[in-house]
């Protein structure tokens, strides 16, 4: 017979064993995905970009097909941007995108939704056909209104019932603070687009527009109210605003520290980041005019962490959820590496 003292010593070890199994579980349960955007017209992939892949896990990649517009001769919508894949063999868990602008909406006709629908999933799998691609969910991506609500959401329903595939829709912080008024799409699951909270200005005192905590903090508390269940988009790009004479000129994502650091072209002004134009020139087709500003907001892991810690708190931790990163096409390869997606995305 055994002594009471083996016994013990099985039960001990017996329950850590529980409560490993247990923990693990509970572990596996509330781990995030990890996704990112794709929003270049031409799908190719270098190298650096499939090792972030490949680094941060079994990602999901979410992939803008095409956009629909509003085509003012013919009185029509219309696809623009359609994808392209350059990269045929494409071995990625792929979520098509599409972004509706809200004029469409403005201006469609009620009698037309179902049509737009209609061609809108066709020209998905179409698109999913050609490139030998399957998928289980499509995501719609509009900043509706209060005025296009209802038609907007009428096209999301003829979409569910004519696609027969989960239904993912975009949401902004505005919506969920106001969602009795703004309404809560009739889909599967939102994405909170935590980004582009602030406003662009030729103020240069204003706050990064990306993101800054003390504007979300104005909207994330009504999160723990949401009638969806809510998957994350988190910024990691960045651009430069062009300012001429107190006011925004345009919006550049292509410029950057690297090209305004030319000390030929640039010089840097007491504000850590804008930068003056020395002189009249050309460059990648914009003209600069001597004296115009360029104010830069950046995206980091330190500004990604920060988002993220505070965005999370007011999540359900025991909810899982895929936080998808905005975007790998235009990604600063030298300021995020594939590990800090991962760490980011542990934060939920």
């Not at 030729?202 to 723990?224: G, M």
Request: charged letters at 20%.
């Amino acid at each position: 017979m055994l002594n009471a003292t083996v016994i013990l010593r099985f039960q001990y070890v017996f329950c850590l064993v529980l409560l490993t199994l247990f923990c693990g579980s509970c572990n596996n349960t509330h781990q995030s995905d990890t996704g990112f955007y794709y929003w270049k017209q031409d799908f190719q992939l270098n190298r650096a970009q499939t090792n972030v892949l490949k680094g941060a896990g079994p990602a999901n990649l979410y992939v803008r097909f095409f956009d629909i517009k509003w085509d003012i001769r013919s009185q029509k919508p219309y696809p623009e941007a359609i994808i392209n894949f350059k990269d045929q063999n494409v071995d990625y868990n792929i979520t098509p995108v599409v972004f509706i602008t809200n004029q469409t909406f403005e201006k469609l006709d009620q009698s037309d939704i179902d049509s737009l629908a209609l061609k809108c999933n066709k020209l998905i799998a179409a698109l999913a056909l050609k490139y030998h691609i399957s998928y289980k969910a499509v995501q719609i991506d509009c900043d509706w209104t209060v005025g296009t609500k209802d038609k907007y959401f009428s096209f999301l329903h003829s979409f569910k019932n004519i696609s027969n595939k989960t239904l993912e829709v975009t949401i902004r912080l505005h919506q969920v603070k106001y969602q009795f008024k703004t309404g809560v799409p009739p889909a599967d699951r939102g994405v909170l687009m935590f980004y582009n909270m602030g406003k662009i200005s030729a103020d240069l005192n204003e706050p990064n527009s990306i993101y800054n905590a003390p504007t979300a903090k104005k909207y994330v508390n009504s999160l723990k109210n949401y009638l969806l269940p809510l998957d994350v988009a988190l910024p990691v790009f960045s651009w430069s605003i062009h300012i001429r004479e107190g006011k925004v000129i345009q919006v550049y994502g292509k410029i950057g520290r690297a090209e305004l650091n030319d000390k030929a072209n640039f010089s840097p002004t007491a504000h850590r980041v804008v930068y003056r134009a020395k002189r009249d020139f050309f460059m990648g087709g914009i003209y600069i005019k001597k004296g115009d500003l360029f104010k830069v907001e950046e995206t980091d892991k330190i500004l990604l962490k920060h988002a993220a810690v505070q965005l999370a708190a007011h999540l359900n931790k025991n909810e899982k959820r895929t936080i998808i990163y905005y975007e790998l096409g235009n990604l600063n390869l030298s300021a995020f590496k594939a590990k800090d997606f991962e760490e980011i995305s542990a934060y939920f």
